[in-house]
């Protein structure tokens, strides 16, 4: 079988770093197909027959089979009329590896990251492929901001597409919530446009509904101004003191002020280090207020407070990983609407560390801004939790005993989910089943399967938090 490589672009014009993606496109396969984007609103130098001809001429010295075609949404054209099964990666970070398949076509967008910022009209537009760190960057010097997620190499397609939690959404909204607009490729290889007053029913899904739509191109966000520094940092408790740490943040969470975020950790890590619970904070209000906000989180006596004033872009950076490639990791999600004692008993009953991997326990703090929003307003539908609950376990790739750390965390799991109530469609594992997706969408499971229907009839887009379109 012979290997096709599709790369698309604007080429405006063709760089060395075009040519290089080109060198190596065609060390791996057998043939390279360069889709030039008849785009010309957002290609401002130089026309579409100049590029193709600079590109020509540039391409001249490089050998194989290379062919050049103007288009418009050339790979997904090219998926659909070969029957491929597709994936579309961003930031590469789903958990299931929903942006890689075998057997299949990659529309690989981490060579389409772009961020253009008006500060005056309070937007920030970013191309497809666009890590969430590239967006604080540009806005941060104009104290604007925009909530995304909490790790800075995180895509801003996957994240937004299913909701985006992060340090400040209990103050400004979730992802989705200050999603503007979309530009998205349509399985018919159409680029569509979609907002609140131009195709708003695929605005709507868009927010929440997952990659089912297309290959968003382009995302949108509201910004909002806040200070460059927030204040931030961890309160770090032995491991003994779980329980008690766990009690307090459930009592806690729902009511602390919008202006504070919380994410309850608790650890073991490989080896025979000992374990640690801590909260992790960022509180973006006025620093008068910090104290008062504070207060409950330190009650317990921590033996580490390091909370501080910091830069928001540096908070944004502190949990990146440098070589996210060094470990294989398993993680069970699940939304929680409140944490009762019989949760906590649970939690910490069944959290049994072992040195040959690190086990975690985690929650994301929500609620705030985001939860005083209609659930059928947008397609996310999971407003009322007050925390996203996560059990993680991680090992050296290459560990032969993969399935042993994989049932570890199953095992924790079933004696957690009762305490669920739906989960976080970015988080997914693989074997949710098509059923307990459907129900997870809840309410807005019909309108979701409508909007697949009309726009992917064939479900091209299937590796994602899929919704099966309606047979013809
Ligand atoms: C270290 C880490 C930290 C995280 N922190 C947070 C957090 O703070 N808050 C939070 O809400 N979530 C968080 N998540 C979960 C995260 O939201 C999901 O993993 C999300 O899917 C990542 O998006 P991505 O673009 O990096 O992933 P990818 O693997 O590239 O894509 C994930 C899914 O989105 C689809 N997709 C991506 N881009 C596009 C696009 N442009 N058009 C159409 N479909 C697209 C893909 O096809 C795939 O189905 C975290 C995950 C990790 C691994």
């Known amino acids: 079988m012979s290997r096709v490589a599709v790369y698309t672009g604007t080429f405006d014009p063709p760089t060395l770093g075009h040519l290089d993606l080109i060198r190596r496109a065609m060390r791996l396969a057998d043939r390279l197909v360069i889709g030039v984007a008849n785009n010309s609103s957002k290609s401002p130098f130089f026309t579409m027959e100049q590029r193709v001809?600079?590109?020509?001429?540039?391409?001249?010295?490089?050998?194989?089979?290379?062919?050049?075609?103007?288009?418009?949404?050339?790979a997904v054209n090219f998926a659909r009329a070969n029957s491929l099964l597709v994936a579309v990666k961003c930031g590469g970070h789903s958990h299931s590896g929903q942006s890689t398949c075998d057997k299949g076509m990659q529309i690989d967008l981490s060579t389409f990251r772009s961020v253009r910022i008006d500060p005056a009209a309070r937007r920030v537009w970013a191309t497809g492929g666009t890590l969430l760190g590239q967006i604080?960057?540009?806005?941060?010097?104009?104290?604007?901001?925009?909530?995304?997620?909490t790790v800075s190499h995180t895509g801003v397609g996957g994240l937004t597409l299913g909701g985006g939690f992060g340090r400040i959404a209990r103050k400004f909204g979730m992802a989705v919530?200050?999603?503007?607009?979309?530009?998205?490729?349509?399985?018919?290889?159409?680029?569509?446009?979609?907002?609140?007053?131009?195709?708003?029913e695929l605005y709507w899904g868009a927010r929440g509904g997952s990659g089912n739509f297309g290959v968003v191109t382009q995302f949108e966000f509201?910004?909002?101004?806040?200070?460059?520094?927030?204040?931030?940092?961890?309160?770090l408790f032995?491991?003994?003191?779980?329980?008690?740490?766990?009690?307090?943040?459930?009592e806690y969470a729902p009511t602390a002020p919008d202006e504070l975020y919380v994410d309850p950790t608790v650890m073991q890590p490989p080896g025979n280090a000992p374990g640690m619970a801590m909260l992790q904070v960022c509180y973006c209000g006025a620093p008068a207020d910090a104290e008062k906000a504070l207060?409950?989180?330190?009650?317990?006596?921590?033996?580490?407070?390091?909370?501080?004033?910091?830069?928001?872009?540096?908070?944004q950076r502190s949990q990146d990983s440098t070589d996210t490639r060094a470990i294989a990791s398993y993680l069970k999600g699940g939304f929680v609407g409140k944490v009762p004692g019989e949760l906590v008993t649970a939690m910490v009953d069944g959290f049994h560390g072992?040195?040959?991997?690190?086990?975690?326990?985690?929650?994301?703090?929500c609620g705030g801004a985001g939860s005083r929003i209609a659930d059928d307003a947008t397609a996310f539908a999971h407003r009322y939790a007050i925390g996203n609950m996560m059990a993680v376990v991680a090992w050296p790739i290459g560990d032969k005993d993969a399935?042993?750390?994989?049932?570890?965390?199953?095992?924790?799991?079933?004696?957690?989910?009762?305490?669920?109530?739906?989960?976080?469609?970015?988080?997914?594992?693989?074997?949710?089943?098509?059923?307990?997706?459907?129900?997870?969408?809840r309410g807005n499971y019909q309108r979701l399967v409508a909007l697949k229907t009309k726009y992917d009839p064939t479900n091209l887009f299937r590796l994602n938090a899929n919704v099966t379109p309606m047979k013809a």
């Open 222 to 235: 509201k910004l909002h101004p806040m200070k460059r520094e927030v204040i931030a940092g961890q309160v």
């Open 354 to 365: 072992d040195p040959r991997r690190t086990t975690v326990l985690f929650f994301q703090h």
């Open 53 to 74: 001809a600079l590109l020509r001429q540039e391409v001249a010295a490089i050998e194989g089979d290379i062919e050049i075609r103007e288009f418009e949404g050339l």
């Open 403 to 441: 399935s042993v750390h994989i049932e570890a965390a199953r095992a924790y799991w079933k004696t957690l989910e009762p305490f669920t109530r739906g989960f976080y469609v970015n988080d997914m594992a693989r074997e949710v089943t098509a059923k307990d997706i459907n129900e997870n969408y």
């Open 136 to 149: 604080d960057k540009e806005t941060a010097p104009h104290e604007l901001v925009t909530p995304l997620g």
């Open 177 to 200: 919530d200050n999603l503007e607009s979309v530009d998205i490729v349509t399985a018919d290889g159409k680029l569509v446009h979609a907002s609140a007053s131009e195709n708003p």
């Open 295 to 315: 207060a409950p989180i330190r009650k317990l006596g921590p033996v580490k407070d390091t909370i501080k004033t910091m830069e928001y872009v540096q908070v």
């Open 238 to 250: 032995p491991l003994a003191k779980m329980r008690d740490m766990l009690t307090l943040w459930g």
